[in-house]
T-cell receptor, first 115, second 119 residues
Framework: AQKVTQAQTEISVVEKEDVTLDCVYETRDTTYYLFWYKQPPSGELVFLIRRNSFDEQNEISGRYSWNFQKSTSSFNFTITASQVVDSAVYFCALSESSGTYKYIFGTGTRLKVLA | DAMVIQNPRYQVTQFGKPVTLSCSQTLNHNVMYWYQQKSSQAPKLLFHYYDKDFNNEADTPDNFQSRRPNTSFCFLDIRSPGLGDAAMYLC??????????????????FGDGTRLSIL
């Protein structure tokens, strides 16, 4: 069965610390897509990154980086030198090629960055 | 800027009084979604439209209905809101590029949400 697990419910770090948010997924599909979204206190879900199952290259975008490992079914997200503006809930989501348009969301990780 | 716009940002209604939430998009995306998100939970898909084709999730209560009169607009109607329907309602869009149903790689773009309170 398809599933996304974000085991970290809440993480608190001090500004400028690095932090990694974990995402582990389960799927029987060989073709699938993984996404990370940020939800700040204002409520909107902001798309951060998409990764397909055939592309295991890690990606870096500014202070953000993503580590996709099919061998461990993980798609982890690291924020380097965290800032207060990074405080938000972060969701990992899975979309399967065999399914409908439904995202399978993880339960989210609340990140608090303290000044 | 092209975007997904939800109105109103906050909505208060009375128990049992019908309410309509609206969503518009300038992205010209063919797929539109409505999600319900309760506090400290992940968004839960209620239904989606693929063009004019309506797709209801099996566990979406009959109390929730939707209309999509054209590509740009989509409405969520709650016929008789109960206290348990108080939540954030999120509209999202995506573009399906595939001829078949094999590709699900396009990200969904979300509006700011409407926070619904029930008195």
């Amino acid at each position: 069965a398809q599933k996304v697990t974000q085991a970290q419910t809440e993480i608190s770090v001090v500004e400028k610390e690095d932090v990694t948010l974990d995402c582990v997924y389960e799927t029987r599909d060989t073709t699938y897509y993984l996404f990370w979204y940020k939800q700040p206190p204002s409520g909107e879900l902001v798309f951060l990154i998409r990764r397909n199952s055939f592309d295991e290259q890690n990606e870096i975008s500014g202070r953000y980086s993503w580590n996709f490992q099919k061998s461990t079914s993980s798609f982890n997200f690291t924020i380097t030198a965290s800032q207060v503006v990074d405080s938000a809930v972060y969701f990992c989501a899975l979309s399967e090629s065999s399914g409908t348009y439904k995202y399978i969301f993880g339960t989210g990780t609340r990140l608090k960055v303290l000044a | 800027d092209a975007m997904v716009i939800q109105n109103p940002r906050y909505q208060v209604t009375q128990f049992g009084k019908p309410v309509t939430l609206s969503c518009s998009q300038t992205l010209n995306h063919n797929v539109m979604y409505w999600y319900q998100q309760k506090s400290s939970q992940a968004p839960k898909l209620l239904f989606h439209y693929y063009d004019k084709d309506f797709n209801n999730e099996a566990d979406t209560p009959d109390n929730f209905q939707s209309r999509r009169p054209n590509t740009s607009f989509c409405f969520l109607d709650i016929r008789s809101p109960g206290l348990g329907d108080a939540a954030m309602y999120l509209c999202a869009t995506s573009r399906d590029l595939a001829v078949s149903y094999l590709a699900r790689d396009q990200p969904q773009h979300f509006g700011d949400g409407t926070r619904l309170s029930i008195l």
